[in-house]
């Protein structure tokens, strides 16, 4: 079948900590795996598909669970809703990595008592070191996602999605281009790498000890590592038509025609 | 290795038109690949992933093109967002489906010279009938997942997601669940047939007649076909913090306090 796509978790990768060497322990997974399956050695075209909390852990992003409250503050480009829930307030913030998620991606879960742990601070500069030096050492032609957990409006529950990448292609922009019948297609921009963040949590799973998955079938998507990062997938500004939770935008449309009418009273006077 | 997942695309689906028999044309299709083939044969435990747009044109969806505007009107709930651009006015909507995108989902790509197609009126319902005649008529324990694709906030371009299901275990709910340290999972409700519909669009392709593919090696999801359907998967209503655009909450909220103000006039008077 010539459009076949493969994944798989990598086994045995151990519990990373600060300063662990990412490199060498997924290669060495990769490689104990292969002693038994020689196809799971890499291969020219693989696209690896790293969990982010892996790489915030080697990366030294922990910090005490006390000073949660503070990290996200810091990680906090803006407010873009709030909601008081039972269990406290869900902040859903603008990151400074460009990314609309809930308390900036700091997270507790699978990560050891009394911490809580950090996104990487620049994803996409994790992925082209992490890609660049797996190059390195196997001499394939890798590309290399990293991952985060997104929630999505008008949709329960979350899908992974690409907050990092180097050496894939991470859109098949197809505006300006012709269906199977020669007619301009009206969906635009398919975002691949998010689709591939997506197919790789299917064999990764949150509650195991799988933080890597490699996808094979995708050669066509690697290209040079220093390829836009996944920084270029985030549309904020100008274009987001969901700048504000709707309660938020409600409140400032509220408070804008209570401020321009006591101007008007204030000249009346 | 026991965790892997394989896609692929069912070469060989015409063109289809309305009243086309899709359980005929999709397991003809299997059969002519398997022949050349043997694993291309469906097996227990495969789901197969199906473009909505097949099922919207053996269903009889399509409508003159002059007919456009009014099919958006019927298919809209109520009216999410709008924004004027240079090629007219995008409507973010949500369907009677139970999804917000735009244009209520029609489509005129892939889609014969002055039609356009409206989505499946009950994308369910023509899962649970797909999967249970492919189910009759292989033998086997089969999944089904109907898609279309959608925009998103936040992010550029667009990915698959489940608008239909049958037989598939929709969401893995992780909530109370525990991480490999035994701490409590603060990501909650993984959404595998979003996952899985994203996943299968890598292998399936917009511009190519490649409109179903196969998944294997997630028969674990496999359930009942008259398990709850993708429906279950909107999250509208109280829950939802972007029922409006930013823009339109302003809008409702200016104008609240203008409301307010006008009554309170009157009352002086």
Known sequence: MANRLTLWGIEGIPEIGRGDDLVALISGAIDAMAASDPDAALADGDILIVTSKIVSKAEGMQVPIAARELAIEEDTVRIVAERAHAGGITKIVETRQGLVMAAAG????????GLALRLPRDPDASARALCGALREKTGKRLGL????????????????????????????????????????????????????????DLVKGKAS??????????????????????????????????RFGSTEAYKRGYEAAMRELAAKKEKVK
């Open 106 to 113: 700091l997270d507790t879960s699978n990560v050891p008592d």
């Open 209 to 242: 000890r799988m933080p890597v998955a490699v996808a094979r079938g995708l050669g066509k998507l690697v290209i040079d590592p220093e390829s836009p990062g996944a920084k270029t997938l985030a549309r904020l500004g100008e274009d987001d038509m969901f």
């Open 145 to 200: 996602i990293i991952t985060d957990t997104l929630g999505r409006p008008w949709r329960v529950g979350q899908t992974d999605a690409a907050i990092g990448a180097a050496g894939v292609q991470l859109v098949d922009d197809l505006r300006g281009g012709v269906d199977a019948n020669g007619r301009p297609l009206s969906v635009t921009v398919t975002v691949l790498a998010d689709e591939l963040a997506a197919a790789a």
